[in-house]
C-alpha cells in the first residue's frame, strides 16, 4: 500500500517556508544544531524525518541553539522545500516518524521572509530546581536536584541586577563571528512553585551558556556564598572568569519565542504556570 504522504511529493518549484513549533526532551540530544558526524541532534533528527517524507534534503533552522542535554517546550523551527504537504497535516506527518522525544506541537505555513532565529524579538528559558531533601524520580532529567534550603529572597534580589542592556561578557561568549555581548534582559525572576525554585529569564538574544551561568550565580547567591551586590560586580568586570561555574543543562527549558509580541503558550509542565503567561 502507498504511503498517505507519496500523493504530496508532486513535481514543482514552488518553494514554501514551513513554521514549526517543537517540544523535545534533550537528555540523548548533544544539542539542537548538527554536530560531528554521529552526533544525534534535535536539528539532524527533523532534517532525517523530513527528508524521508518529502523525498528532498531541506535545512532546518531554530530560534534557540539549545546546547546537549537542554530542552524545549516551545522551540521555533523553519524550513523551506517544495513539498507540498497541507500546512494543516504537517505536524502529524512529520510526529508519525519522528522518535518519541522529540515532538511537533503545531505547523502551518509562514509567511514570506519569516525566519526562526532572526524573526524572533524574545526567547524565555525556565531553570527548574527541585529544592528538598529528597530527589525526585520524576524530575531527575528536567530539574536540578539541591539538598540545601535556597535563600530564594537573596536570589531575587541578586536577579534583578540582571535585568536591563548590559554588556553580559562575564556570563558566556557569542557565537560565530560576533564579538558582540551586549544583550536585553527583559526579565530575570525567581519565585518558588510547590518544592522547587524556578528561574526565569527572558531577553532578546542569549550568549553561548547565559542562562546557565545566570543560574550558577544566582545558585550561588542562594547558598550565601556571594552576596547579591556581588552580582552587579560580576557583570561589570565583563571577565568570564569571574563568573560561577554553569548549572547543568538537565534543569534548563526552552519554553517560548516571541515574534513581534506574538507568543506561543504551553501548559503548566516544566513551566509552573497555567495556560497564561506570568
Not at 197 to 226: E, K, S, Y
Amino acid at each position: 500500500m502507498a504511503h498517505r504522504w507519496q500523493s504530496w511529493n508532486l513535481p514543482t518549484t514552488d518553494q514554501r517556508t514551513f513554521r514549526l513549533v517543537l517540544e523535545y526532551d534533550g537528555t540523548d540530544f548533544a544539542g539542537f544544531q548538527l554536530q560531528g558526524q554521529g552526533e544525534r541532534t534535535v536539528q539532524g533528527t527533523l532534517e532525517a524525518a523530513i527528508e524521508r517524507l518529502s523525498g528532498t534534503v531541506s535545512r532546518v533552522h531554530g530560534a534557540g541553539r539549545t546546547d546537549a542535554g537542554v530542552h524545549a517546550l516551545g522551540q521555533v523551527a523553519h524550513f523551506e522545500s517544495a513539498w507540498q504537504v497541507p500546512g494543516e497535516t504537517l505536524a502529524a506527518a512529520l510526529n508519525g516518524v519522528l522518535p518519541r522525544d522529540i515532538v511537533v506541537r503545531a505547523a502551518r505555513i509562514a509567511e514570506p521572509g519569516f525566519h526562526a532565529r532572526y524573526s524572533a524579538t524574545a526567547r524565555t528559558y525556565r531553570y527548574v530546581i527541585l529544592n528538598r531533601a529528597a530527589p525526585s524520580a520524576l524530575l531527575g532529567r528536567y530539574a536540578l536536584h539541591v539538598k540545601k534550603t535556597l535563600n530564594v529572597a537573596a536570589m531575587q534580589a541578586a536577579a534583578r541586577h540582571l535585568v536591563g542592556t548590559h554588556d553580559f561578557a562575564a556570563f558566556g561568549r557569542p557565537s560565530g563571528r560576533s564579538k558582540i555581548t551586549v544583550r536585553q534582559m527583559r526579565r530575570v525572576e525567581v519565585r518558588t512553585w510547590r518544592d522547587c525554585v524556578l528561574i526565569t529569564v527572558c531577553g532578546n538574544a542569549f550568549l553561548r551558556q547565559m542562562v546557565r551561568a545566570f543560574v550558577g550565580t544566582l545558585l550561588t547567591v542562594g547558598n550565601g556564598a556571594l552576596s547579591p551586590d556581588d552580582v552587579t560586580t560580576i557583570r561589570e568586570s565583563r571577565d568570564r572568569v569571574l563568573c560561577p561555574l554553569v548549572a547543568p543543562a538537565q534543569g534548563l527549558c526552552l519554553v517560548r519565542v516571541e515574534y513581534d509580541g506574538t507568543r506561543h503558550r504551553w501548559g503548566e509542565l516544566l513551566t509552573g504556570e497555567g495556560t497564561e503567561d506570568s
